[in-house]
């Protein structure tokens, strides 16, 4: 692949040579995956991604797959990425800052993301363009080879880990000392262990402008927006008490106390869209049916653009351009550096 694209631009340099054509050719680059300007460019492609994604959790830079960078007329460079991410267990809505969250151990399910990137590069200032990224999560054949006990990820709505989830946010309204009764957002996770049988869940909540005792005596609940929003995001372990004949009893674990992390006021991208799409179900999560919430459904589509490579690079020119006698060495030597793709992983291969 790399020679073909050697020789196809070698090729376009001799015809363009050939034919006297007036545009010289476009050189492209192809540094290295793991050269310090590719990985800058990295951390500001995941910033933007982790800035720009509606539902689920940050994601960190794992590996650069492939890089290629191609001039722009009549200035700078338009790069792109192939890059491999990590999720961590920070959801998208809160304030850490993704250097401070924990990649999510592969014990506990890891999931990976794909993205295919767009830069341009100008004046030494870095700007995205397009992204488009898809998730999943490992397999659950290497799940079971690493940790034969370990649980799996379950369907967002499956009925247990919803049913978990119902339980372990009534017990948060319930006892937590909170002045508002709170929503459920989103269901991000779910997992069941059989010995002993619980159901792992992790979700997202947000603050109604009813109070526990309005809410149970079914008053008109909304979610607050603007500066009234609140937003938190909640883990719990839901334990299956059989109880004789009865129907069986969850208990969230330890001591009925659920954790959830209230987030300070801070409305953003991913607030705006699940209280205004998701909420009270007018579209449903995109978690139905999957074990993750994917990448894929995280981007504003506009943005989100898929254009071809030459797109980006105009073919005629306005202004004269000086006809050159001879192919300049320097310029062909770039494409001719072997190179060194795909990078290190950062984290862990899955
Ligand atoms: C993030 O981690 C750094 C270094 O460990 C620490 O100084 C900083 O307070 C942390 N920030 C947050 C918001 O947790
Ligand atoms: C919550 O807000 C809605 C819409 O603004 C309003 O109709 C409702 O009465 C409010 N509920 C309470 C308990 O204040
Ligand atoms: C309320 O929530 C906080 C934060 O998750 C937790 O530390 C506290 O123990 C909870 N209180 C009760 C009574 O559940
Ligand atoms: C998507 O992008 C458009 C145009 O940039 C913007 O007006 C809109 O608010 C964005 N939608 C979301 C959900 O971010």
Sequence with gaps: MKSLIALVLLGQ????????????????????????????????????INSHTLHGYKHVF?????????????????I?????????????????????CTVRARTEHAVEGDCDVKMLLLEGQYKVLSTKCHSSPDSREDLQ????????????NEPEVMNAVTTALAEF????????????????RGRHSHMPRATFVEFAIAATNCTEKEANEHKDCHVMTGEHAH????????????????????????????????????????????????????????????????LIHSHNNT???????????????????VKRAAVDVAQIQPMLHLQQCPGKYRHFAI
């Design 145 to 156: 080879r690493l940790c034969p006990d370990c649980a799996p990820l379950q369907p967002l």
């Design 80 to 100: 792109f990425l192939e890059m491999d991410t990590l999720e961590t267990n920070c959801h998208v809505m809160s304030p850490t800052p993704v250097e401070n």
């Design 13 to 48: 340099i001799l015809a363009s040579k050939a034919t006297s054509e007036p545009f010289p050719p476009l050189i492209g680059r192809r540094p290295d995956c793991d050269d310090p300007e590719i990985e800058n460019a990295a951390k500001i492609a995941m910033d933007h």
């Design 231 to 294: 937003f938190g995001f909640c883990k719990a372990t839901v334990f299956k008490k059989p109880s004789g004949d009865g129907p069986t009893i969850l208990m969230v674990f330890p001591d009925n106390v659920v954790a959830c992390e209230i987030f300070d006021k801070k409305v953003g991208h991913s607030h705006t869209h699940l209280t205004q799409h998701h909420l009270g179900k007018k579209i449903p999560s995109p978690g139905v049916g999957h074990t993750v919430l994917d």
């Design 303 to 321: 943005l989100a653009s898929h254009e071809s490579h030459s797109a980006e690079v105009p073919a005629v020119q306005a202004s004269p351009v």
């Design 62 to 78: 794992n590996r650069m797959e492939n890089v290629k960078v191609l001039p722009r007329r009549p200035t700078g460079e338009i």
């Design 173 to 188: 309204n319930a006892h937590n000392e909170t002045d508002h009764h709170y929503d459920l957002l989103e269901i991000t």
